[in-house]
RNA sequence: GCCCCCAUCGUCUAGCGGCCUAGGACACCGGCCUUUCACGCCGGCGGCACGGGUUCAAAUCCCGUUGGGGGUGCCA
C-alpha cells in the first residue's frame, strides 16, 4: 500500500463520445482527490493510433470542464510516452519474462499461484494465475498495449489510488503482474466502481443507451445537476440530503463508502433533480440559462432581453429540462398550435357564450392580469362556473391547449389585438361548427 | 465453457450485530393549495432473493443455492 498525499488519475481511452460512465468515473476520482486535499491528473490513454482521434480528446476535455472537473498539472498523453513502455517490454524479453510470438511479444504469465490486489470497494480479490492466458504487451506493429502503458505510468507518476469502471477489474491482474515485473514493492489502492447499467441492467452501450453527455446537455440539463445526479450512482450521502451543493459532496464522500452493486441510470430521476436546480436559480438566472433555447426557435431569434427576462419566471418552475422550455412559450411568439383534444374536452357548451363574453369584457377591461382574472372570474360564476372551469375555454382559444403558464398574465404579455384576434378565430371556428351540425 | 463481481421498496440509496414493526429520494396513487399545469405541503403503496449456519440477538458475519452482471482481443 502506497502512502503520503494521494495522487489519483482519470485515464479515458479517447476512441469515442464523452460517455456517461466515463464521467462518472472521472467524478468519483475527482470527488475522492478534492476530498482529501491530493492530486488529480489527466491522462489520455491513446496508446491505439487506429482509435485515439484528436477530435475524442477535445470532446473529452470540453466535457470535464462542463462539468467543472479541474486537473492539476497537465494531461499526460501516453502517445508521446512510447519510449518508456518500449524500454519495459524489452527488459522483460532479456529476462525472460516474456516472448516472442509471431511479432508480438507477450507476457508470460505464472503457470500456478494466484495474483490478488486489494479493492476498496470489494476487499480482496484474487485470480487464479492459471486462469490468466499469456496477454499482448507489444502489438507486431511495435506499439505497446494498454497493459503496458497502464502500469508503468501508474508506478511513474506516483498514483495511489485506481479508481475505474468494474468492467476493468478482470484487466487488474494483468497490470498487477507487470508492475511487480517492473520491480514495484508497492500496489496502489484499487476502487472498483460498479457498473452503471440500462433498464435490461446491462452495461449502458453507446449502441443501445443514450449515453452521450453532450446529448444531456443538449437536452438542457444542467451540469451541476448532472454532477449531483452523477454522484447519486452507487454512493449515497450518510444523512439522505442527496441534492446538495457540490461542495458539501466533496466534503462527505469517500471510495470506502461506494456500493458495489451496479446502479441503473434513471432518467427520470435525473430530470427531478435537474428541475430542482432550475427552481432554485433566481429570475435573472433562470433567463440566461434558457436563453440559447429560445434564441434557436425561429420566433426566439430575435427576441429582446427585456422580454425574455418578463416571460422566463412564468416557466421557471414549470421546466425540467431546459429542452422543453420553448414549447411553452411558443404560443406567445408565433400563432398557437390548436391541440384537438384539448380543443374538444375545453369547448363544450357554454364555452362559446364564455368566450362571447370575455371577448366584450376584455376588448374594454384595463389590460393587467389582475383586472382580466376578475372579469373572467365573474364571468364563470355568471354560469355558476369557478375559475379553473372557466378559464379553459379561453386558454384553449388563445394558448392552444388546455395546459401552460399562468392565463393571465400570458394574456398580458400577448397584448391585447392578439389575445381578442384568437378568441374570435374560436368563436368563428364554433360557429362553423354549429351551423354544419356538429 | 472458464475467471471475476454483485444481490435492501419499480429505481437510486441509508443501514456497516441490538437504536429497524428497515429511513430518505425519484416514480406511482390519494388529498390540500389553486387560474390549468407545475411548485409547495400532507398522506399512501412498496423492499432486506432463498436455504442453512454463527450469536442471547442478523438486513448487517460465514457457507451454499438461485438470479443478475462483467471479462475472456495484437480495444481500452
Not at 463508502?257 to 436559480?281: C, Q, S
Request: hydrophobic share 45%; net charge negative.
Amino acid at each position: 500500500m502506497l502512502s503520503g498525499a494521494p495522487r489519483l488519475r482519470f485515464a479515458p481511452a479517447p476512441t469515442g463520445l464523452p460517455h456517461l460512465g466515463t464521467a462518472r468515473t472521472a467524478l468519483f476520482n475527482w470527488l475522492y482527490a478534492r476530498h482529501c486535499g491530493g492530486e488529480m491528473v489527466l491522462r489520455i490513454e491513446d496508446t491505439n493510433a487506429e482509435l485515439a482521434t484528436t477530435a475524442h480528446i477535445e470532446q473529452i476535455l470540453e466535457t470535464l470542464e462542463w462539468l467543472g472537473l479541474d486537473f492539476d498539472g497537465d494531461p499526460v498523453f501516453q502517445s508521446q510516452r512510447a519510449a518508456l513502455y518500449d524500454a519495459a517490454v524489452d527488459r522483460w524479453l532479456d529476462e525472460g519474462r516474456a516472448y516472442l510470438d509471431d511479432g508480438a511479444v507477450r507476457f508470460a504469465v505464472p503457470g500456478d499461484g494466484v495474483t490478488a490486489f486489494d479493492d476498496i470497494v470489494r476487499g480482496r480479490v484474487e485470480f487464479p494465475n492459471a486462469s490468466i492466458d499469456d496477454f499482448v504487451v507489444r502489438r507486431s506493429d511495435g506499439s505497446a498495449t494498454f497493459f503496458v502503458a497502464n502500469a508503468v505510468d501508474d508506478l511513474d507518476l506516483g498514483i495511489t489510488h485506481v479508481v475505474r469502471g468494474e468492467d476493468l477489474l478482470n484487466t487488474t491482474p494483468k497490470v498487477v503482474l507487470l508492475r511487480a515485473a517492473l520491480d514495484a514493492t508497492d500496489m496502489p489502492t484499487f476502487a472498483h466502481l460498479p457498473l452503471i447499467v440500462n433498464k435490461q441492467r446491462k452495461k449502458l452501450s453507446k449502441r443501445r443507451d443514450d449515453v452521450s453527455l453532450i446529448s444531456y446537455r443538449d437536452q438542457g440539463v444542467l451540469p451541476a445537476a448532472m454532477v449531483n445526479y452523477l454522484a447519486l450512482l452507487g454512493w449515497g450521502p450518510p444523512d439522505d440530503i442527496e441534492v446538495r451543493p457540490l461542495s458539501e459532496i466533496i466534503e462527505l464522500f469517500d471510495l470506502a463508502d461506494v456500493n458495489a452493486a451496479p446502479a441503473m441510470f434513471d432518467m427520470d430521476k435525473l430530470t427531478a433533480i435537474n428541475g430542482e436546480y432550475l427552481r432554485a436559480l433566481d429570475d435573472a438566472g433562470f433567463a440566461a440559462a434558457v436563453e440559447p433555447w429560445v434564441r434557436a426557435e425561429p420566433w426566439g431569434a430575435d427576441l429582446d432581453a427585456a422580454t425574455l427576462s418578463t416571460v422566463a419566471p412564468l416557466i421557471r418552475e414549470r421546466t425540467r429540462l431546459l429542452g422543453d422550455a420553448p414549447d411553452r412559450i411558443a404560443f406567445l411568439f408565433a400563432e398557437p398550435q390548436i391541440d384537438p383534444d384539448d380543443w374538444a374536452a375545453a369547448m363544450a357548451a357554454p364555452a362559446s357564450d364564455i368566450l362571447e363574453r370575455a371577448r366584450t369584457a376584455f376588448s374594454e377591461a384595463e389590460w393587467s392580469a389582475a383586472t382580466l382574472h376578475a372579469e373572467l372570474r365573474a364571468i364563470g360564476e355568471s354560469f355558476g362556473l369557478k375559475l379553473g372551469k372557466a378559464q379553459a375555454p379561453v386558454r384553449v382559444a388563445t394558448t392552444g391547449r388546455a395546459v401552460g403558464p399562468p392565463l393571465f398574465e400570458s394574456l398580458v404579455l400577448l397584448g391585447r389585438d392578439a389575445a381578442l384576434a384568437r378568441l374570435d378565430t374560436a368563436l368563428a371556428k364554433l360557429t362553423s361548427a354549429a351551423d354544419s351540425g356538429e
